[in-house]
Structures are given as structure tokens and as C-alpha cells.
């Protein structure tokens, strides 16, 4: 059985940092491409930042570049996205996604940035 399961979503004020994380099971992690994707308010579900299988290649949606970093550790099944000098509208449900010929979905974890 597949899973995808985010944790480390918040509360935190603007400009200070969490780090979220994405346990993955049920299927070869080390083949899938990772990705977060996050979702606001009212709107689409929009992609924030993408790791290749190896880990050697990353990219980001220009709103988060120079904030936000992606990870992963194959050895764990894991992948992370540390998130620093978050602004509100960073405000969103943030989803791990796995990538390969299908998609797999975790379940989504809250981030609020507001003071």
C-alpha cells in the first residue's frame, strides 16, 4: 500500500522558518522524482519545489526561490522541504507528491504564517 505521509505543518509568524517532512512507503522511493506542491485558499494546487530520484537536481517556483530548500534521504524514504523567511502568503496545504509513470499524494499538512 502506497503511502505518503507529510508532517511539520504550523503556525508560525512571518519571517521565521519550519521544515516539513514526507515519509513515503509501499512503493520504490528511490526511482520517483519528489515533489511539494502547496494549495491556498480558494485556489489551485500549484507546484513549489521538485527533486529528482538521485537528488541531484532541484527547482522551484520563482515566489520561494532563495527561501525554501528541498531534500531527500533515500536511505530513509524521506523527503523534506526546509521553508525559511516565510511571508503569508505562504499560507497554504502543502503536499508531498511522488512521480514517476503515475502519481502518488499524501494527505497534505497546514502552514500559517500570520502573526
Known amino acids: 500500500q502506497v503511502r505518503l505521509v507529510e508532517s511539520g505543518g504550523g503556525l508560525v509568524q512571518p519571517g521565521g522558518s519550519l521544515r516539513l517532512s514526507c515519509a513515503a512507503s509501499?512503493?520504490?522511493?528511490?526511482?520517483?522524482?519528489m515533489n511539494w506542491y502547496r494549495q491556498a485558499p480558494g485556489k489551485e494546487r500549484v507546484l513549489v519545489a521538485g527533486?529528482?530520484?538521485?537528488?541531484?537536481?532541484?527547482n522551484y517556483v520563482d515566489s520561494v526561490k532563495d527561501r525554501f530548500t528541498i531534500s531527500r534521504d533515500n536511505a530513509k524514504n524521506t523527503i523534506y522541504l526546509q521553508m525559511n523567511s516565510l511571508k503569508p502568503e505562504d499560507t497554504a496545504v502543502y503536499y508531498c507528491?511522488?512521480?514517476?509513470?503515475?502519481?502518488?499524494w499524501g494527505k497534505g499538512t497546514l502552514v500559517t504564517v500570520s502573526s
Open positions: 507528491n511522488a512521480r514517476r509513470y503515475i502519481d502518488f
Open positions: 527533486i529528482t530520484s538521485d537528488g541531484g537536481s532541484t
Open positions: 509501499g512503493f520504490t522511493f528511490s526511482l520517483y522524482g
